[in-house]
């Protein structure tokens, strides 16, 4: 028990490490490049710190345990379970950090578009991701259209976000870099070389965290007597979503709303849509009630902030209730 308690949270450490290396880097990327802060925050941000709960899935369907079912198990809990986990967890976390200074009333300010275009895109996508799962297994030719078609949209909300990039920095939204680059700090360069070697040593230990983490959730899934795929959906998100909610806090207490938000919303169309797809060809893909559960309450947290979308922002209180959705899941799931 304590072995298997230890070595999650050694590659809690590493897979935290590993993204503070990648998001560094990508943060310089995007201010060399010139591109705003939304394609930084909902692109380059966004997908850096969402390849831990990516790898999760790819790496349990394609090079697992030797029991394919827990391999499935783990790979839908992760793939589900991480748009769960931002929508509500993360959006409350986040607004929690801020609420002593801007009061429940208050608002987070992210720029208006990008966060109604990340929006929109995610709740298409997720609802196609829903109803693949009341296709039968057998139809692969069915699944196989659903699963381009998630791929598409996601090709089609890169296009759209790049192409208003230029406008943005225009409008003052360009990315600026927070923090020196981490490899300049031991006498580097902080030159281009230097940042795409940043990122490589990032993703080597994104990859080397998740292979360990796979190892460590079917262990504890033994010990505790429940099910991989629970476990995954709770266990995992809260796990590699951590990046994106510690880089939210520390972006929205710096003021920079639309870095902390798009980082957020930018991770939910990628894991909307790209990982769904991949996960409707290569597991069973049934609505099982810990996954509909999930789902339904993804899909509403995720509504609910686009119902709340202004072009003055998001108020705190609205963000807190995202919180109480993701507590309403475990009630739910924890209470069978």
């Not at 490490?17 to 490049?33: K, P, V, W, Y």
């Not at 030719?141 to 791929?151: D, I, K, Q, T």
């Not at 990122?199 to 360990?212: I, T």
């Not at 849509?273 to 509909?292: D, F, H, N």
């Given at each position: 028990m304590s072995g298997i308690l230890a070595e999650l949270l050694l590659m809690l450490f590493v897979i935290l490490?590993?993204?503070?290396?990648?998001?560094?880097?990508?943060?310089?990327?995007?201010?060399?490049?010139?591109?705003s802060e939304g394609v930084t925050g909902s692109l380059f941000a966004a997908v850096g710190t969402a390849l831990p709960e990516t790898l999760v899935p790819l790496l349990a369907l394609l090079a697992g345990t030797a029991q394919v079912n827990v391999n499935e198990e783990i790979g839908v809990g992760a793939i589900l379970g991480a748009p769960l986990m931002l929508s509500t967890l993360s959006v409350c976390l986040m607004a929690l950090s801020v609420l002593g200074r801007r009061g429940a009333t208050g608002r987070v300010r992210p720029e208006h578009g990008g966060l109604v275009r990340d929006l929109d895109f995610f709740l298409a996508a997720f609802a196609l991701a829903a109803a693949a799962m009341f296709i039968p297994h057998q139809a692969r030719?069915?699944?196989?259209?659903?699963?381009?078609?998630?791929?598409l949209i996601y090709f089609v909300y890169l296009l759209l976000t790049l192409r208003a990039s230029a406008r943005l920095v225009e409008?003052?939204?360009?990315?600026?870099?927070?923090?020196?680059?981490?490899?300049?700090?031991?006498?580097?360069?902080?030159?281009?070389?230097?940042?795409?070697?940043?990122?490589?040593?990032?993703?080597?230990?994104?990859?080397?965290?998740?292979?360990?983490?796979?190892?460590?959730?079917?262990?504890?899934?033994?010990?505790?007597?429940?099910?991989?795929?629970?476990l995954s959906l709770l266990?995992?998100?809260?796990?590699?979503?951590?990046?994106?909610?510690?880089?939210?806090?520390?972006?929205?207490?710096r003021g920079k709303d639309t870095l902390a938000m798009g980082n957020i919303t930018g991770a939910m169309v990628f894991q909307?849509?790209?990982?769904?797809?991949?996960?409707?060809?290569?597991?069973?893909?049934?609505?099982?009630?810990?996954?509909?559960?999930?789902?339904?309450?993804?899909?509403?947290?995720?509504?609910?902030?686009?119902?709340?979308?202004?072009?003055g922002g998001l108020r705190i209180w609205a963000l807190l209730v995202n919180g109480g959705l993701y507590l309403c899941f475990l009630a739910i799931t924890l209470g069978r």
């Open positions: 490490l590993a993204s503070e290396l990648f998001t560094n880097a990508l943060e310089h990327l995007g201010e060399r490049l010139g591109i030719y069915v699944r196989g259209a659903l699963s381009f078609a998630l791929v409008a003052g939204h360009g990315t600026e870099a927070g923090e020196p680059m981490l490899l300049a700090r031991i006498g580097l360069p902080e030159s281009l070389p230097t940042i795409l070697l940043q990122l490589g040593a990032g993703l080597a230990l994104l990859v080397f965290g998740a292979k360990g983490f796979i190892r460590g959730v079917e262990g504890a899934a033994q010990i505790f007597g429940i099910s991989a795929l629970l266990i995992i998100p809260i796990a590699t979503e951590l990046p994106e909610k510690v880089n939210s806090i520390l972006w929205v207490r909307g849509t790209l990982l769904p797809a991949i996960g409707i060809m290569l597991t069973p893909w049934q609505p099982r009630i810990e996954v509909l559960t999930g789902v339904v309450v993804t899909l509403i947290a995720v509504a609910w902030l686009r119902f709340q979308a202004r072009s």
